[in-house]
């Protein structure tokens, strides 16, 4: 099974966490509003967690603020921070590497190099969505730990 595969055979919830642990590389916690309150190591933020009662992932960006719903699969400014991830380096990683290859794969899916194809949202999502991002960068995070 391809990387594409892969990806289409993931729930919602899955490719989200998938995004968070691979590609933003945040930390995740089985975490409750009261974790917020008590949890007093040194945890980098932000950090993510799945809301079973809401049915959304989470994220406590900074440890004074409220947790609030990361959906980048529907949300362009979510998906957004995929993009942007992947263009800025961490730990030694190569933005341009990572960038380059997320372009390619973003290629790939919307079936076209053109430039006008790549970045044209329509309402009916055949071009970019965030869903589309997510994927390219997935894909690419995917080739390079497998």
């Known amino acids: ?9 993931l729930s919602d919830k899955d490719k989200v966490g998938a ?10 916690k089985e975490v409750g509003i009261e974790w917020k309150r008590s949890d007093k190591s040194a945890t980098p933020y932000p950090v993510a967690s ?3 009662q809401q049915g959304h992932w989470c994220v406590f960006y900074h440890e004074q ?7 980048p699969l529907h949300s362009l400014d979510d998906a957004w ?3 942007r991830r992947l263009n800025h380096p961490q730990n030694g ?5 990572y960038y380059y290859q997320f372009i390619e794969r973003l290629k790939e899916i919307v079936g076209s190099d053109e430039l006008f194809d790549l970045f044209y949202c329509d309402m ?10 997510c994927m390219a ?8 730990f497998c």
């Open 65 to 71: 603020e409220d947790a609030k719903v990361f959906d």
């Open 137 to 144: 960068a997935y894909m690419v995070v995917d080739d390079e």
């Open 1 to 9: 099974m391809n990387t594409a595969e892969q990806w289409q055979a």
């Open 124 to 133: 009916e999502g055949d071009h970019l969505t965030p869903e589309r991002l």
């Open 50 to 52: 799945w809301n079973d």
């Open 93 to 97: 990683d190569s933005a341009y590497h």
């Open 81 to 83: 921070n995929v993009v």
């Open 19 to 28: 995004i968070i642990k691979q590609v933003l590389k945040w930390t995740c």
